[in-house]
């Protein structure tokens, strides 16, 4: 399994071999897991061994997981102290959606693809379609504080976007700014009084309402009175959208990504050809209007200036 969802337990299996290929126990196997972020949430932990060079190692996702890529790392230890690594790795998206992929597309045997480049292919496709079916906006000016009407006077730094609710655009199933430096789904840039442009730094306080607060790149100094301007860049979630059928759009978007695959093969053998089957050949195309028929269904149509 390749996919993952928020609170299930991963469970990875190792089987160390030496130059002849005989199982054997080395003197340690240990196991290192980093998240989408990079930061390491396991570090060389050791593995359990059930049978003679099979190891395995279980880790309980978090019931707030980011999504996105993990990298797994074993690292075994012989008792001459020669060591191996063995690299790999797995996604947490909000659904798995390998088999329905494998039942639209045709391609139920794992032998035409593993789960493992299609959750690659899969989690690719998600990413891209976030940004097709939330709304665009950028070089926007933010409205003034919600509570107090106040803006940008030097010590005011809480603002509002014109617009929201603002969408999780990277798909790591949070809503940041600055907080998590991976993961922004909206990011600012200001004028100082020369007409410089500078780096700032924005925090959300409620994604639903677009509450934000807005300071200098230090995440501290607010931006000063004097500026010569603030814009904001930052997705919203349209009234029209479905989750289901968001996901479906994924779906036929990696059914396109995985029928370019196919049919980009250039050589086949005689036993690939029989007389009497009649041969069919596979449009990517189809997939491809498949998805925006599907993604039409959860967004309006983008207006002027978004």
Known sequence: MAIFEQGETYVHRASIRDRTGTLVNPSSASFKLIDPCGYTLV?????????????YYNYTLSSTATFGRYITQVKAITSGGNIAHQKGEF????WDGI????????CKDAKTIEDDDLASIL???YKYALKDVYIHHYD?????????????DGTN???QTQYYPIADVNGDGYVYGNEISCASDITVKWRNSYGHMQDGYVSVTRAD??????????????????????????WIKDKRYDNYLFQQAVVRLACYELSKRFTSLTEITLADIQNNNPLITIDPQMWMHE??????????LPMGGL
């Open 43 to 55: 570090n060389y932990q050791s593995m359990t061994s059930d049978a003679t060079g099979q190891y």
């Open 209 to 234: 309402n677009g509450e934000i607060h807005i300071f200098q790149s230090d995440g501290i100094t607010p931006i000063p009175s004097t500026n010569k301007g603030v814009y904001l860049e930052y």
């Open 123 to 125: 989690w690719s496709s």
């Open 99 to 106: 088999p329905e992929v494998r039942r639209t597309m045709g």
């Open 291 to 300: 998805y925006h028929r599907y993604l039409d269904k959860c967004r309006s």
């Open 140 to 152: 926007e000016s933010p409205n003034a504080n919600v509570e107090t009407g106040a803006y940008f």
């Open 91 to 94: 996604f947490v998206m909000p």
């Open 157 to 159: 730094s809480t603002f």
